[in-house]
């Protein structure tokens, strides 16, 4: 048996002893990963500064402090969200017990992401804790330093047998995709997520896949650009431009493309100085071979700002490109770096036609003061998530869903849709051996009365107090007195 498979099959075992179907054990599991990032935040940092040149500050912003956030609200509601969920009913169903019971589903898969190695991996992590399921962890090999720190860690921290953390490359990937799981959450590009979606499909486990694409970012001439570039630039470099849902290109008017050139320049040395290369705050290109894949796409583009690279430290200064065309080599693919191409649209119908062109993109930015530009952008488009007037931000909102649309995603997360996309909601309806002659309109033999009583009793619904239940269950009685008495008998 390999080592794959003997996790899982730990893991397996773990679950089938039921502990962690208890709400509170779920909560003790999730203060003790709370714990982890106010005890080791020092170890995390030193290993993310390793593999992508991350401050111990900007690892904190980042990686950590949405994780304890989420920990938090997950903490705080679970027990909420845990609970039975009552829903409305019709009159056929009016005197039964009729809710959503959300179940664990059994063991799931968490295949995490390099980007962003805790951030990515430790949030579906914490919705399959809080949902009651076991937990597989596959922490990225590209991120060597942070994996290693992740597989030391976390089973000091939360139950081993529950939680395993696989560490490894493609092999032992393959090996865990070959395992039967009840449900597999991969965060990645879309080339491998369809591997991951082969995979499932052999043991019909569903699955949620947070890939990415090229996400759009169109400047109204008529906004605030200064604002505007200050806010794009930010998301963009970010992380090196290694962010899933970095704006990946601007679409303007010619009219304004050299104002927003300057504009992006002068964010450029405000937030990394004259020298990004020095700049303490500016990453780096994760390793060589993907400092390759971002320096080919330049090939055919003229840079505006930037172009500056160091192989051997895998830096490539923040870019812009202007005058870009849709056929050159850096829009067809996700970028994953810090090129930013300007592609100059004359209106904004051209702009929404080329955006309508491509694949359902995670993210789409619009900047705009006008509200009928929002909608229409909004409205005339697809993407995972929409956002006017910044970048990222949504990301932070656990009340909002996270994820794809098409090309970009399957499923979302984030607070209680982790928890929904992590559970399985169980329909439940429970009723009494009584009141048996109101069952009678539904038994043989078929007759147009009982049709007629049958849609009367199963097209109206019913939300009422409990008052208004006692009252309307003995209103109940009494019409199915006279449905027995003078139909049905």
């Not at 390793?50 to 997950?74: C, H, M, P, R, W």
């Not at 050159?328 to 036609?353: C, T, Y």
Request: charged share 25%; hydrophobic share 40%.
């Amino acid at each position: 048996m390999s080592r794959e498979q003997q996790a899982v099959a730990r893991a397996r075992k773990a679950f089938e002893t039921g502990r962690s179907k208890s709400v509170e054990y779920r909560i003790n599991q999730l203060k003790n990963l709370q714990r982890l990032f106010s005890e080791r935040q020092k170890e995390i940092a030193a290993a993310i500064k390793k593999d992508l040149n991350k401050t111990e500050v900007g690892a904190q912003f980042y990686e950590t402090l949405g994780l304890e956030g989420e920990i938090s609200l997950f903490i705080k509601n679970l027990k909420e969200w845990a609970a039975p969920r009552h829903v409305k009913k019709n009159l056929l169903t009016m005197s039964d017990t009729v809710y959503i019971h959300p179940e664990p589903l059994g063991v799931v898969l968490v295949i995490g992401a390099w980007n962003y190695p805790w951030a990515v991996t430790i949030r579906p992590l914490i919705g399959a804790i809080a949902a009651g399921n076991a937990a597989v962890v596959k922490p990225s090999e590209v991120c060597v330093h942070t994996s290693k720190v992740m597989e030391d860690l976390l089973p000091i921290y939360i139950d081993k047998e529950l939680y395993p953390v696989v560490t490894g490359g493609v092999p032992e990937t393959q090996e865990l995709l070959r395992q039967k799981f009840d449900h597999i959450f991969y965060t990645g590009n879309s080339t491998v997520g369809k591997v991951i979606m082969e995979a499932a499909a052999k043991h019909l486990t569903p699955v949620t896949l947070e890939l990415g694409g090229k996400s759009p970012c169109y400047i109204d001439k008529n906004c605030d650009i200064s604002i505007a570039c200050r806010r794009i630039t930010w998301g963009k470099y970010s992380n090196c431009g290694q962010t899933c849902i970095a704006p990946d290109y601007i679409l303007c008017e010619p009219s304004i493309q050299n104002r927003v050139i300057e504009e992006v320049k002068k964010c450029i040395k405000e937030f990394y100085t004259d020298n990004p290369k020095t700049c303490p705050d500016y990453g780096r290109i994760i390793n060589q071979r993907h400092f390759k894949r971002v320096m080919a796409m330049l090939e055919d583009s003229n840079i505006a700002v930037g172009g500056e690279n160091d192989e051997s430290d895998c830096y490539i200064a923040p870019t812009v490109l202007r005058d870009v065309k849709p056929e050159a080599k850096v829009m067809q693919e996700e970028i994953f770096g810090p090129l930013l191409p300007i592609l100059p649209v004359s209106s904004l119908d051209e702009a929404i036609k080329l955006i309508n062109k491509g694949e359902k993109p995670l993210a789409l930015y619009v900047f705009s003061p006008d509200n009928k530009v929002i909608e229409r952008m909004r409205d005339e488009t697809s993407s995972g998530g929409f956002l006017a007037n910044d970048c990222l931000v949504h990301y932070s909102v656990s009340a909002l869903p996270f994820g794809g649309v098409g090309n970009s995603g399957i499923g979302c997360y984030h607070g209680k849709f982790s928890f929904d996309r992590l559970s399985h909601l169980r329909g439940c309806l429970v009723k009494k051996l009584k009141m048996e002659g109101v069952n009678d309109m539904r038994y043989p033999p078929h007759t147009l009365k009982k049709l007629g009583w049958a849609r009367f009793f199963i097209l109206n619904t019913v939300d009422v107090g409990w008052v208004g239940r006692m009252a309307l269950l003995a209103a109940l009685v009494m019409v199915a007195a006279v449905v027995i008495q003078k139909y049905l008998l």
